[in-house]
C-alpha cells in the first residue's frame, strides 16, 4: 500500500505542478504541495521498513525494528512543514494579492483527478487494513501497521483536499471571487496539519513503548493462565516492538514440584499460547519465581 500511495503521489505532484503554473490556482498548488509531501513522506516509510528490517548485532542485540517508528515520525513531520507550510504560504499570498485565474476548467479537471486516484488508494488501504483485524474501527485503535495506515491517513488527507479544492474552484466559477481559491488554500493546510498531528501522536505512542490494547492483555494473561502448570501471573506487559511486531513480558509463579524438563515444556506451552492469541509477537520473555529461589529466573524467545 505504500509503494501505490507513492504511485499515486507522484502522479498527482506532477498534474498538479503544470496546472498550478497555467492556472495560478493556490488551491491546485496547494493539492501540489500535499502530493510532494506524501511522496517524501512514503519514501521516509519504505526507508524506515527496510532499516527495520536488518538482523540484530552487538550494538542493537534486539535489532532494529522499533526504527520505523522514527521514520514515520519524519514522514509525519514532511507532512506538517512541505505540505501545511507550503500550502498555507500560497494561500495567504492569494488571500492579500488576489490573482484572477486563468483557465478555472482545467484546474477542475486536475482535482476530479485527484479525488479519483486518491479515492482509489485509500479503498485498497481500508480493505488491507479491515481485513487483517477484523473491521476498520479495530485496525485503528491497534497502533501497529503504522505503515499502512500512515498511508491511509495521508491519502484521506490528500482526499479531502481535492473536494475541498474541487469545491472552492466551482464557487470560484460561480461568483468569481479569488477569495474562495485563498480559503481553499488554507483549509487545504489546516487539514494537512491535523493529519500530521495525528501521526505524530501515533508514532510518539510507538516510540514510548505503548502497550497493546485492554482487550488484547485481557486475552492474553487468559491464555497464560490457561496453562495448568501456572499458578499465578505477577506481570504481564505486551508492547508494539516494530511495524508489525509485540514485545510480550511475563512474571509467573509456577507449580512447585515441575523439574527443568518439565519447566522447559510449560515455558513451551507458554510461548505457543501467547503467539495464538497475538500471531504478531516477536519476543516472548518470562521471568519465573520460585519460593526455593531468592532470584527470578529468566527466559526470551524470539
Given at each position: 500500500m505504500v509503494i501505490v500511495s507513492f504511485l499515486v503521489d507522484v502522479l498527482d505532484v506532477v498534474t498538479n505542478l503544470v496546472?498550478?503554473?497555467?492556472?495560478?490556482?493556490?488551491v491546485v498548488f496547494a493539492e501540489m504541495a500535499q502530493g510532494i509531501a506524501d511522496s517524501a513522506g512514503s519514501s521516509l516509510l519504505v526507508i524506515g521498513q527496510r532499516r527495520s528490517a536488518r538482523p540484530r548485532d552487538a550494538v542493537h542485540p534486539f535489532g532494529y525494528t522499533r526504527e520505523v517508528f522514527f521514520w514515520g515520525l519524519l514522514s509525519a513531520v514532511a507532512m506538517l512543514v512541505i505540505g501545511g507550510g507550503l500550502s498555507a504560504w500560497r494561500g495567504y499570498q492569494q488571500l492579500v494579492e488576489p490573482q484572477p485565474l486563468e483557465n478555472p476548467l482545467l484546474a477542475v479537471a486536475v482535482l476530479s483527478l485527484?479525488?479519483?486516484?486518491?479515492?482509489?488508494?485509500?479503498?485498497?488501504?481500508?480493505?488491507?487494513?479491515?481485513?487483517?483485524?477484523?473491521?476498520?474501527r479495530a485496525a485503528f485503535r491497534s497502533l501497529n501497521r503504522p505503515l499502512v495506515k500512515g498511508a491511509l491517513v495521508r491519502d484521506a488527507i490528500g482526499t479531502f483536499t481535492s473536494v475541498l479544492g474541487l469545491g472552492a474552484?466551482?464557487?470560484?466559477?460561480?461568483?468569481?471571487?479569488?477569495?474562495?481559491?485563498?480559503?481553499?488554500?488554507?483549509?487545504?493546510?489546516?487539514?494537512?496539519?491535523?493529519?500530521?498531528?495525528?501521526?505524530?501522536i501515533q508514532a510518539r505512542a510507538l516510540i514510548t513503548g505503548r502497550s497493546l490494547p485492554e482487550a488484547d492483555l485481557v486475552r492474553l494473561h487468559a491464555a497464560v493462565l490457561a496453562t495448568p502448570e501456572v499458578d499465578g501471573v505477577n506481570h504481564l506487559a505486551a508492547i508494539y516492538a516494530g511495524a508489525s511486531e509485540v514485545l510480550v513480558d511475563a512474571d509467573l509463579d509456577l507449580a512447585e514440584d515441575l523439574n527443568t524438563v518439565e519447566i522447559e515444556a510449560v515455558l513451551d506451552?507458554?510461548?505457543?499460547?501467547?503467539?495464538?492469541?497475538?500471531?504478531?509477537?516477536?519476543?516472548?520473555?518470562?521471568?519465573?519465581n520460585s519460593p526455593e529461589a531468592s532470584t527470578p529466573n529468566a527466559r526470551a524467545d524470539d
Amino acid at each position: 500500500m505504500v509503494i501505490v500511495s507513492f504511485l499515486v503521489d507522484v502522479l498527482d505532484v506532477v498534474t498538479n505542478l503544470v496546472v498550478a503554473l497555467l492556472t495560478g490556482s493556490a488551491v491546485v498548488f496547494a493539492e501540489m504541495a500535499q502530493g510532494i509531501a506524501d511522496s517524501a513522506g512514503s519514501s521516509l516509510l519504505v526507508i524506515g521498513q527496510r532499516r527495520s528490517a536488518r538482523p540484530r548485532d552487538a550494538v542493537h542485540p534486539f535489532g532494529y525494528t522499533r526504527e520505523v517508528f522514527f521514520w514515520g515520525l519524519l514522514s509525519a513531520v514532511a507532512m506538517l512543514v512541505i505540505g501545511g507550510g507550503l500550502s498555507a504560504w500560497r494561500g495567504y499570498q492569494q488571500l492579500v494579492e488576489p490573482q484572477p485565474l486563468e483557465n478555472p476548467l482545467l484546474a477542475v479537471a486536475v482535482l476530479s483527478l485527484a479525488v479519483v486516484t486518491n479515492s482509489y488508494a485509500v479503498s485498497l488501504s481500508v480493505r488491507k487494513l479491515a481485513a487483517q483485524k477484523g473491521g476498520l474501527r479495530a485496525a485503528f485503535r491497534s497502533l501497529n501497521r503504522p505503515l499502512v495506515k500512515g498511508a491511509l491517513v495521508r491519502d484521506a488527507i490528500g482526499t479531502f483536499t481535492s473536494v475541498l479544492g474541487l469545491g472552492a474552484i466551482l464557487l470560484y466559477q460561480k461568483w468569481g471571487l479569488v477569495l474562495f481559491d485563498a480559503i481553499g488554500a488554507l483549509a487545504a493546510a489546516m487539514l494537512m496539519l491535523f493529519g500530521s498531528l495525528m501521526l505524530m501522536i501515533q508514532a510518539r505512542a510507538l516510540i514510548t513503548g505503548r502497550s497493546l490494547p485492554e482487550a488484547d492483555l485481557v486475552r492474553l494473561h487468559a491464555a497464560v493462565l490457561a496453562t495448568p502448570e501456572v499458578d499465578g501471573v505477577n506481570h504481564l506487559a505486551a508492547i508494539y516492538a516494530g511495524a508489525s511486531e509485540v514485545l510480550v513480558d511475563a512474571d509467573l509463579d509456577l507449580a512447585e514440584d515441575l523439574n527443568t524438563v518439565e519447566i522447559e515444556a510449560v515455558l513451551d506451552a507458554i510461548e505457543i499460547s501467547v503467539r495464538a492469541v497475538l500471531p504478531d509477537t516477536r519476543r516472548v520473555r518470562i521471568l519465573l519465581n520460585s519460593p526455593e529461589a531468592s532470584t527470578p529466573n529468566a527466559r526470551a524467545d524470539d
